[in-house]
């Protein structure tokens, strides 16, 4: 790479951008075009800049954009999220603030990666803690999420609920402060604050052990740990677990049980068997 491409790296790359539309898709005339993609001052204009401004950015020469005309650029360019966070490192030197946005649906594929793990519950949740995507493992071992309406396939939700016997889980309380603490974190890493207002005011209302432990503002981030289950017929199952972030999907991660021990996952294959029994199909 030259000196002076170095040099330019912003203006190079919005000059790349924008001569890859095809005028087409946007109604603009193909005609007398000398060059191929938009033109400057259509770009300018699709943004609500100064012509003047936008052709000295991409000479080198446009001063320092501010997140507000580098979002509209980003807009005018149609530029995927992968290519937006590039045009911010580039113009600030990091990505750009964390905007959420909620979106429910996950890939066939994903669900194939879910699938694939047969005898560890996973599952994908989203930074607000709502389960989008679960295997027949979890199903058997940590709640039968389809029979739950969708409103309720939340973690939070399902720590605290009132009609849930917390027997289940030996450890409760620990697990209780963990999951808060990390949601904190989580849902405000994520920009989704303002989503998960209501929720937590209904949970203040409804559980005095959240409202407390929620009034404590503690954080932390809790990628991997272990586990105990309590199930009657079975006994107590230990599981460890691990966090993993989807690949251009921020806003989810996909978590992963496995047995500690052969005796472990001999209890998993018991719940399984169990859970097969008493139904029928698969449990998406």
């Known amino acids: 790479m030259s000196t002076t491409t170095d040099a330019n790296a912003l203006g190079n790359y919005l000059r790349d951008r924008r001569q890859r539309i095809d005028p087409a898709v946007l109604g603009l005339p193909a005609l007398r075009r000398r060059t191929p993609g938009l033109r400057r001052e259509e770009v300018a204009q699709r ?14 020469r446009g001063g320092a954009p501010s997140q507000e005309a580098l979002e509209r650029l980003a807009q005018a360019l149609m530029l995927n ?3 937006r966070q590039h045009l911010f490192m580039l113009a600030q030197g990091r990505p750009p603030e964390v905007s959420y946005a909620a979106d ?16 560890s519950p996973a599952l994908v949740r989203t930074a607000t803690w709502d389960v989008l995507a ?36 030996p450890d409760w309380e ?16 994520a920009g989704a604050s303002r989503h998960i207002q209501s929720m937590v005011d209904e949970l203040c209302e409804t559980s005095p052990d959240f409202a407390r432990l929620w009034s404590e503002q503690e ?16 006994g107590t199952v230990h599981l460890e677990y691990s966090t993993f972030a989807v690949e251009g999907r921020p806003e989810l991660s996909l978590l992963v049980f496995a047995p500690m021990t052969a005796a472990d996952g001999e209890i998993l294959r018991s719940l399984l068997a169990a859970y097969d029994a008493g139904h029928t199909g698969h449990p998406d």
């Open 47 to 60: 943004a609500a800049v100064s012509a003047t401004w936008y052709t000295w950015l991409e000479q080198g």
């Open 81 to 83: 999220p992968v290519e």
């Open 104 to 119: 429910h649906e996950i890939t066939p594929r994903l669900q194939r990666v879910l699938d694939a793990f047969e005898l």
């Open 134 to 169: 679960w295997n027949r493992a979890a199903c058997a071992v940590l709640a039968d999420y389809p029979a739950l309406p969708p409103e309720e396939r939340n973690i939070l939700r399902l720590i605290f609920a009132a009609d849930r016997p917390r027997d289940k889980q």
């Open 174 to 189: 620990s697990v209780a402060r963990m999951a808060v603490s990390t949601f904190r974190a989580e849902s405000v890493r």
């Open 219 to 234: 954080v932390r981030l809790h990628g991997e740990g272990t586990k105990r289950l309590h199930h009657p017929g079975t």
